[in-house]
């Protein structure tokens, strides 16, 4: 779904989620990159097209999240948490699809389907960008 | 309290509670670390004794946690929230202290006062210290 | 040329050198990736398709470095020493366009041309990549 | 000699260079500081007093030279390039001591004795200092 709206899917290029997310991307034509922590391009799953690989273990997931317009949040991993984390402190829109880190903080939504968590991330991205510009 | 037991005091170097608690520490003779975000020493508050300047922004927030052999958290912000769970990925204790991150997780304590707060997080660092040696 | 090869150009995605890259491969239809220092994606050049946003400030040298199968450095800067150092921890070729940091050490060769770079570039980054998988 | 300055040794925390540096320093009563690129206190040298872990690899070259008014680099190593590159980057005076990477810039000073090379690092720490107040 993000691929299909002209978006590109940055994650942390490993497995699970990562992986996840990235094959429904690369199938739908889209634009994946993987920001991998450690130091080969090896480490990254076979749907990352353009693999980052930052050689700075767990603080790459400052980078993951500063490189999204929106962040979406799948499941419940300390990992997840931290990227909501840095979300937040940098101002980006956050929204949990699922269960996992309900916060309950102003910026982060929730979502109960993915539909739902695109429309969402799509228009908090926008709005964000229209604050930052005016 | 923490320099009492003679432990060493190690946050972000900034100002609010890194300050408080850096200065309580000096006051009772204890050493204080802070791991700054900025370029500059001259970032660390008057009471850091070793200032190590990462020049890497929030991503300093991982250096924090990794340092401790347990974590206290005190506040809501964001911030804390990043230490929170890198401390948690790095398997080291947590416990809030008073209002803040209440997470209800495994790995994560309250404690009602800092007298509790560093009473717990001593023995909780003692108990991960003893599992990783065994 | 490095587009033309079918290879994608990572930098440090801010101006001059890296804008000049940036600016020559999209021309050809590449792909560009930009690893910014700073917290907004803002920050890259206009000829950046991917922006990489690490927050990190110069510690994104690292990423630079690691997420290239060879590296071409070219001027005489130290963001650009760094980038050649990391390049040899982590067993990256270097290739040293032009004047600059002639470090006469294994494993960085000197190019006159930006021809002669690519093509270097491309045939060391091969054999690299053989040994790792021999 | 650092230590009988008043001054604190700040380096990798590892073994070889990083290690003799630390037991000399404590040997002589001084504040010692490993900042390691690992993710555990363990991986320290023992005559590091103070360990800082990060977790981010070689990142955390970085976080060595921008922590010192002034770095004294032993041998022809790449992380010790790394952290001539960072703390020329930053502004700090560079010392190089002995044989190693003589790269004849403004801002990098020989030194033949490790006497000489403290001498030299106090004296141009001081004068960046008083560059950077006035």
């Known amino acids: 779904m993000i691929a299909k709206m002209g978006a590109t899917v940055v994650c942390g290029g490993l497995g ?6 990235a094959r429904g991307a690369r199938a739908a034509g889209g634009a ?10 090896a480490d990254a799953n076979p749907w990352i097209e353009h693999v980052v690989v930052t050689g700075m273990g767990h603080a790459r997931n400052l980078a993951v999240a500063a490189s999204g317009d929106a962040v ?34 102003e910026g982060i939504e929730r979502a109960a389907t993915p ?3 695109v429309d969402l ?8 960008d229209r604050r930052r510009l005016h």
Do not use: N
């Open 121 to 128: 991330a799509v228009r908090l991205a926008g709005e964000a």
């Open 115 to 117: 539909e739902e968590a």
């Open 16 to 21: 699970e989620v990562m992986a996840a997310v």
């Open 32 to 41: 994946t990159i993987g920001i991998v922590p450690g130091e080969s391009r």
């Open 72 to 105: 979406i949040a799948v499941g419940g991993g300390y990992g997840t948490l931290a990227e909501i984390a840095y979300a937040r402190i940098l101002g980006r829109p956050v929204v949990v699809l699922g269960p996992g880190w309900d916060l309950g903080r």
